[in-house]
């Protein structure tokens, strides 16, 4: 073993040492806590990693997600007392507004020690206007935890979390919590999860009850109870359950049933079933480790979810659950690996997997920015590869800018803990980014490598509304504090709209603007009004237009062009995100047909032609009809000359003037964003529901199914109807309905619908 200290080392001789690896297959390892280089191989870093999960807990609102973490946190010793949601003094839940909505909106990465592991915790939000923040969480975590009421089982809310976990394919646990309330039922919840979320559940535990509470958990794999004592139950005492205890041929029965499940998705298990455990007695005999291995492979290629349960509140069960996240969700190691774009010698693109090799250049992904008042804004990084130093310069290739990392910390709740520097696997929180925004990518700014990792898919806001301060005096105020949040909230827009001399919120619903609004009287004690919610439409073209636009600056910098616009074709594959020049979100593509030896590209090919898909987007952010963006369409760059003096500024005005003529040419038509509902209420308030849905709503009902007395209806309505819908469904079903509203596409109007909107919002038609 070789030490080396890192602060006073000359570079040279650490290239040197990294060298080193090259010929002995051995490596420098930074160790976080003493700050001193060892020599050591790839086999012990892998160790290292192997120890790593960065997950996060996912549950419809109220299932517990909160006080279950908060358990975690004080199990694993990060926190000393345990707060309480209903008295609102969480650790995680640290915002006031948070704590008077009992809602988390804000997740926080958090650092726990569990038996020799290091779990990241991401805490996602629970409301749906929220959906932004759990995808950016979902996009870096290796695992997740689903949390269920053991009452309801599946809510509403849970078919979204889930969906979005699969999107992202994540392997998944699931808690069902709250055990201990009356009408809690495991089995039911658990064949929930098989019915609604048409998934197989592997029930590795049940609940022992005593004649008042809770009381213990039986775990079938390793058939032994678990016990909770001391304060909030800290003290796991377990022992194996007896033969002679009333529930041990239960528990066997359990276990027979996991083992055949099991035997049916995972081949190795199967043999090993047939190999080494024949007989008739082979379910008690089945080793607890050959279980746990055969659960974490099935949990890891998604086949199936285990079960857990117990009661937060009552302080049972949390500590198996660590021990599951531990045992069943994946390292950085056996997780998918993210891909990422590579630009070569500014030419090609190509894709690549990024592995968590440390000794490759650094690869890290912004997923969240923070205000702190103190610190200033926060980035939270997920680190893919490499190590990243506290005080390195780094290249924010997404933008194309430097950046420089001041401290770099690691979030346990609401405080942060130095560290000298992190590899690949962690969740980092830095100081010091001043470009960095949610989404982005940062390398080391040495590598030659210009790589992205693909971006958090951030959907168009779908409501806007005016927003003023009381006085004319906090204006100023009020426009630094919106820039705040929106580097810290992408799904938040915010527009100064000049005709009217209005500041312009826009975000993704009704709450979510509230929450903003609250959030600017709260934390930054402003006083400010909201106007009317309104619907953010989009814009498109009736038909195809060809300009030919000339353009000539004051230096004598000429270039023409020969492009052409088009309605993007139904259902044409426009959704192939590796394609650099198409823009998802607005449906919005860039295709060059300029041969490759036109003197059009004398410039570099690639800077031209980034610059005439930035001009596009600009020029398309306004629509001639409303002022709406404009999607659905594809801009077709022909032709194009150009002379000594050309710029690629000058190419990119060249570019807005064709497209706003070719706007006009076109006509244009509105689009609505279509969203669809997905309601739960009770069964006998279904009629009232269905029918005010479709004829005052102009909703689509595609699916209506009952569970116990419960009806799930799935529709498609537009946005424009569902203004103020929660004060609607509460009366229509007593206070039992819930609705969650997700954005589907952008639909056309109907010509009718078209002048009723053109009429309300400029005046004539
Ligand atoms: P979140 O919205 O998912 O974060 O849920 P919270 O952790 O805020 O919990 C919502 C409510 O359920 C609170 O009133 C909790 O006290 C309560 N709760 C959480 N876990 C349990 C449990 O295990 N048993 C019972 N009876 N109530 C619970
Ligand atoms: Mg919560």
């Given at each position: 073993m070789l030490f080396v200290r890192n602060?006073?080392?000359?570079y040279a001789i650490k290239q040197i040492l990294y060298g080193f690896k090259w010929y002995t297959g051995r490596t420098l390892l930074p160790n976080k806590r003493t700050g001193l280089y060892i020599l050591s191989n790839r086999r012990y870093y892998n160790k290292e990693l192997e120890k790593i999960r960065n997950v996060g807990i996912m549950a419809h609102i109220d299932a517990g997600k909160t006080t279950t973490t908060e358990r975690m946190l004080f199990y694993s010793g990060v926190i000393k007392h345990i707060g309480d949601v209903d008295d609102g003094d969480t650790v995680m839940d640290f915002m006031d507004q948070e704590r008077e909505r009992g809602i988390t909106i804000n997740s926080a990465a958090i650092t726990l020690p569990w038996k020799g592991h290091t779990i990241n915790l991401i805490d996602t939000p629970g409301h749906v206007d929220f959906t932004m923040e759990v995808e950016r969480s979902l996009r870096v975590l290796d695992g997740a935890v689903l949390i269920l009421d053991g009452v309801a089982g599946v809510q509403a809310q849970t078919h979204t979390v889930w969906s979005q976990s699969r999107k992202y394919n994540i392997p998944t646990i699931i808690f069902i919590n709250k055990l201990d309330r009356v009408g809690a039922d495991l089995g039911r919840a658990s064949r929930s999860v098989a019915e609604k979320l048409k998934s197989i559940p592997l029930q590795t535990q049940f609940t022992l009850q005593n004649r008042t509470s809770l009381e213990a958990i039986v775990d079938v794999v390793g058939m032994n109870v678990a016990k909770f004592e001391g304060e909030h139950g800290i003290d796991v005492v377990r022992a194996p359950l007896p033969e002679t205890h009333p529930l041990y041929q239960f528990a066997l029965k359990k276990r027979a049933e996991l083992i055949e499940k099991l035997a049916e998705l995972d081949d190795k298990f199967m043999e090993l079933i047939f190999d080494v455990y024949e007989g008739d007695d082979s379910v008690a005999k089945v080793l607890p480790d050959d279980i746990r291995s055969a659960l974490r492979r099935v949990t890891i290629t998604r086949a199936a979810v285990p079960i857990l349960c117990g009661s937060s509140l009552k302080d049972i069960g949390v500590q198996l659950l660590l021990d599951a996240i531990v045992a069943y969700l994946p390292s950085p190691l056996a997780a998918s690996f993210p891909t990422a774009t590579l630009l070569d010698q500014k030419t090609s693109y190509s894709t690549v997997e990024v592995k968590p090799n440390f000794h490759e250049p650094l690869c890290a992904f912004a997923f969240k920015v923070v205000n702190d008042f103190q610190k200033g804004l926060l980035v939270y990084l997920r680190i893919y590869r490499g190590v990243l130093h506290a005080k390195s310069t780094l290249t924010n290739t997404s933008r194309g800018k430097k950046e420089r990392v001041q401290q770099l910390m690691q979030a346990f709740a609401d405080e942060y803990k130095d560290a000298v520097r992190l590899c690949a696997g962690n969740i980092a929180v830095v100081t010091g980014l001043r470009n960095t925004r949610t989404g982005d990518t940062l390398v080391e700014s040495s590598s030659k490598q210009a790589l992205c990792l693909s971006s958090v898919n951030i959907p168009e806001p779908v409501f806007f509304c005016s927003i003023e301060a009381d006085s004319l005096k906090n204006e100023k105020f009020l426009t630094e504090v919106l820039e705040i949040l929106q580097k810290e909230d992408p799904s938040l827009r915010v527009e100064y709209d000049e005709d009217h001399q209005q500041t312009i919120l826009k975000g993704m619903g009704e709450l979510h603007l509230e929450v903003i609004c609250e959030k600017i009287r709260r934390v930054y004690g402003l006083s400010v009004s909201l106007g009317e919610m309104q619907v953010a439409y989009r814009e498109s073209v009736l038909r195809p237009a060809r300009v030919l636009q000339q353009f000539e600056g004051s230096l004598g910098q000429l270039c023409s062009l020969d492009i052409s616009l088009s309605p993007a074709e139904e259902n044409s594959d426009q959704k192939n995100c590796s394609d650099p020049f198409f823009d998802a979100v607005n449906n919005v593509k860039v295709e060059f047909s300029i041969p490759e030896e036109n003197e059009f590209y004398k410039m570099d090919k690639v800077e031209v032609q980034t610059a005439i898909y930035e001009a596009v987007k600009n020029t398309l952010t306004t629509g001639v009809l409303l002022g709406f963006p404009v999607s659905h369409v594809v801009v077709r760059i022909l032709n194009g000359t150009t002379t000594n003096e050309t710029t690629v500024a000058s190419i990119a005005f060249c570019v807005g003037k064709a497209l706003r003529r070719l706007l006009e040419m076109a006509g244009s038509y509105l689009l609505e964003p279509i969203m669809r509902i997905e309601i739960t209420c009770d069964d006998k308030y279904t009629g009232l529901v269905l029918n005010d849905l479709s004829s005052q709503r102009r909703g689509q009902i595609a699916s209506v199914e009952v569970t116990d007395g419960i009806r799930f209806i799935n529709a498609l309505v537009p946005l424009s109807t569902m203004i103020g819908y929660s004060t609607v469904l509460r009366s229509q079903t007593a206070g039992s309905g819930t609705f969650i509203l997700t954005f589907e596409r952008y639909e056309k109007l109907s010509e009718h619908v078209q002048k009723a909107v053109l009429l309300k919002i400029r005046g004539y038609c």
């Open positions: 602060q006073t080392f000359p």
